[in-house]
């Protein structure tokens, strides 16, 4: 499961993070891994890299690009209540453990 911020410092080029992020993009494109993000956070993407200067139509061909490299997987009402009651202190990823467990 890819955070949200590694896949934004890979596509916006973020320093100091970009070179890192980009090169697990690389690796899940080659297949050495199998990237997957959350249908919600394809969302949080767009409007990342809309409010981030890119504009709608460059956010739309990253994502179109992204979808190719990495799996989008849903977010089950199951995931959302096993993040709530997990003990790891950021939800985000809490949900995205449960997602990737599942």
Known sequence: ?????????ALTDRAPWAPAAQ????MAAIGTVRGCVTASQVTDIFYLLGRGGLGAPAAKAALKKLAGVLTVVGVASTD???????????FEDALLACC???
């Open 1 to 9: 499961m890819f955070d949200t911020n590694v896949v934004i410092d």
């Open 23 to 26: 090169e697990l993009l690389r």
């Open 80 to 90: 959302v209540d096993d993040a709530l009651a997990s003990p790891m202190p950021d």
């Open 100 to 102: 990737a467990k599942r």
